[in-house]
């Protein structure tokens, strides 16, 4: 369900499909073997991370991160310059094994919204939510690349939410010519929401309690907030709030990314029925400022659901050699979306 093809195409994997594959996938978990590079690509840093399995746990093979220069701007010629470069730089000192990636593009990049249309065959639910979104996308419908998930929620009117996931297909051109130029073979493009979804289950959600959990994950970039619901694997609501790090610098911004992430929770409240949040799961280093972290808790207490940080640095072993490489103390560098695009690639 990562592969980004050209044009207006449907991404995710049948049912049937996904059930055929479920105990290839089961058993090349078993199987002693380092994943893909995940790269994570976005508008403040660059982070390459690859896991790998030993046999009885999942560990940290190699690890390397970059920030962007100041005064070159995301997206830009230089930015693609700089990129290459790094890439390179990372490939060659870091430790890694192979060149096989994973990618997801920057959340600026990915446009995201939920829409209800009336219940039809799977084949044609693509189309129908484009035609929905069409005169929204920031590009033109023509040159829109999509990715689509039909959300469960109960609906008594003959209709069902879809949650929409576009870029515009030179953006994924722009950024397979980016890992080329460095390399790299791209194995598959992912999304944001997904790559969160793999760090929380596979580090933060393993018992048999969170089964049937809802869960709301924050995840706080340099210049964005990335909101993710989910119930384990079932992407439920996905959205990017265009505040960061870079300005979280005073408590009113601060409180004004809070009501933000609430009001995705009273959205998602209104169309889910009687399935509530019942957790909050804040994706960061351990490093995180505590005004925003007190901000958070506060959110939960008023949800009335648990809290939880998770440092998916801290969750894995990690090889020999990698402290100089990484720090753990620096609360700008959250390796979240790294971790789940490279634990994509243990299901492959």
């Keep these: 369900m990562t592969i980004v093809h050209h044009g207006c195409v449907r991404l995710a994997q049948t049912a049937g499909r996904q059930g055929r594959k479920h105990k290839t996938a089961m058993l090349r978990l078993l199987k002693k073997r380092v994943y893909p590079i995940g790269v994570d690509l976005g508008s403040g840093h660059l982070r390459m991370a690859q896991l790998g399995f030993d046999g009885d746990r999942i560990y940290l093979h190699a690890a390397m991160w970059a920030a962007i220069p100041q005064g070159i701007r995301a997206g830009s010629p230089d930015w693609q310059r700089w990129a290459v470069d790094t890439i390179r730089h990372m490939t060659r000192e870091g430790g890694f094994k192979g060149r096989v990636t994973i990618s997801a593009l920057p959340s600026h990049a990915v446009f995201i ?152 929770c009273r959205y998602y409240d209104s169309v889910a029925g009687a399935t509530r949040i019942g957790r909050l799961m804040f994706l960061a280093g351990l490093g995180i400022d505590k005004p925003i972290c007190e901000r958070v808790a506060q959110l939960a207490q008023r949800m009335q659901i648990s809290a939880q940080m998770g440092d998916v640095l801290s969750a894995v072993e990690r090889r020999s050699g990698l402290d100089e490489l990484i720090d753990k103390r620096d609360n700008r560098v959250n390796w979240s979306t790294a971790f789940g695009l490279s634990l994509a690639g243990a299901q492959r």
């Excluded at 939510?129 to 959300?151: D, G, Q, Y």
């Excluded at 390399?183 to 969160?196: D, F």
């Excluded at 979804?197 to 580090?203: A, C, E, K, P, T």
């Excluded at 340099?222 to 909101?227: G, R």
């Design 113 to 264: 919204d939920q829409v209800r249309i009336p219940k039809m065959p799977e084949k044609k639910i693509a189309q129908a939510a484009l035609n929905k979104v069409a005169k929204r996308l920031p590009f033109p419908a023509s040159e829109a690349a999509i990715k689509h998930v039909t959300v469960a929620h109960p609906s008594s009117n003959g209709e069902m939410d879809v949650l929409v996931m576009a870029t515009a297909q030179r953006q994924i051109d722009y950024h397979l010519a980016i890992y080329e130029n460095a390399g790299l073979e791209t194995e598959g493009i992912s999304v944001w929401p997904q790559a969160l979804i793999n760090s929380f289950v596979h580090f933060f959600s393993r018992r048999a309690e969170d089964t049937d959990i809802v869960a709301l994950l924050m995840d706080i970039g340099s210049n964005h907030t990335n909101v993710v619901i989910c119930r384990q694997e079932e992407l439920y609501f996905a959205r990017m709030i265009p505040l960061g790090f870079n300005q979280l610098v005073q408590s009113q911004t601060i409180q004004q990314l809070v009501a933000e992430v609430d009001a995705c």
